[in-house]
């Protein structure tokens, strides 16, 4: 995230001043703006994550427009094992709990994120070798967490980006240790801690069809051992210029078929050139060196790049509507723009704007076009 100068944390102060926070509509700058949460409100949860200093409200101007605009919200890192379980049969709930907090004070539900993944991981589990050990760690963490927060989240994303993407399973710990069961297991114990939690599968590139192949033939096997899955999260970690809409909609009905509910949960479409062409990847391993021509917006984005985010994202909100009685949420990958983390991603330090609100906490023209795709569709 980057700093703001004291100049536009004054420009954010007075810009979020001509907001009127009552009722179900913000006046910004003399235009009366609706809320996402209202107009999708038959359709599907809208929702944002959040970083640990927004949940406090230490962020002003987030914590204005997160209950205006969204009705479900995810932690970006306090509820991952490293913050939640810091040693060996210690827990840390407080940052969780305050979240808790939060949601209850602004209406608004909590999907939890990630219960099992091989990234962001305590210390001390990444130098055990003995296997018993980490299926201990394993088990009790599930069990632990899960049970913590059954009733108090509306879902868990049970476990995090394990497939490759030919849709093989990927080398973590997990699958070292416990073997190619791990992922039913995790969900065959989810299912006892968290009764009353709806529970994912989440992982980035998903859409595509090999490692779609590979997410079908896993939730089957769950499903035939007898286990509960409720849903599938598709990530959508996208650029404007290469949108896979096709694959997308073909991911929707394919998991559809499975009887199983689809989120679209980490929604971001970045303007910037990608270092890797048309491949995208959310795999935070992935690094590339900085040059500025990989960076060409530090200006602001051209007024045709404003439109072509406001296209891209129009065409997302129709097929979501399409099938929105298989939708259950499509959360974004923060609140607005200066919060994502595209600005560091593959590439530290640029300047990315792939949300729909910007700098300043305002809506982008994007934000109008998924407003309208509602009104059109009721038409």
Known sequence: MQRKSV???LIVVVGLSL???????????????????ETFKTDFLIGTALSAEQIAEKDSSAARLVPQQFNVVTPENVMKAEIIHPQWGE???????????????NDLEISATPLIWHSQLPPFLEKINDADSVRQY?????????GWYDGKVYSWEVVNEALNEDGSLRNTLFLQKLGADYILEAFRLAQKAAPRTKLYYNDYNIEQPRKRAGAVAMIKKIQAAGVR????????????????MLYIEQSIKEFAALGIKVAITELDLSVLPSPYGRNTSADISQTAAYNARMNPYTGGLPDSMQQSLATAYARLFNLFLKYKDHIS??????????????????????????LLFDRLYQPKPAFYKVIETKAQKDQ
């Open 329 to 354: 949420r499509v959360t974004f990958w923060g609140v607005n723009d200066i919060n994502s983390w595209l600005n560091d991603f593959p590439v530290r330090g640029r300047t990315d704007y792939p």
């Open 19 to 37: 907001i009127n926070c009552s009722g179900t509509k913000n006046v910004t700058n003399g235009l009366t703006v609706r809320s996402l949460k």
């Open 91 to 105: 827990y840390n709930f407080v940052p969780g709990n305050q979240l808790v907090d939060y949601a209850r004070k």
């Open 229 to 244: 899955i409720d849903g599938v999260g598709i990530q959508g970690h996208w650029n404007v210029n290469n949108v896979p």
């Open 7 to 9: 100049f536009n944390l």
């Open 138 to 146: 394993f088990a009790d963490h599930i069990n632990t967490v899960a």
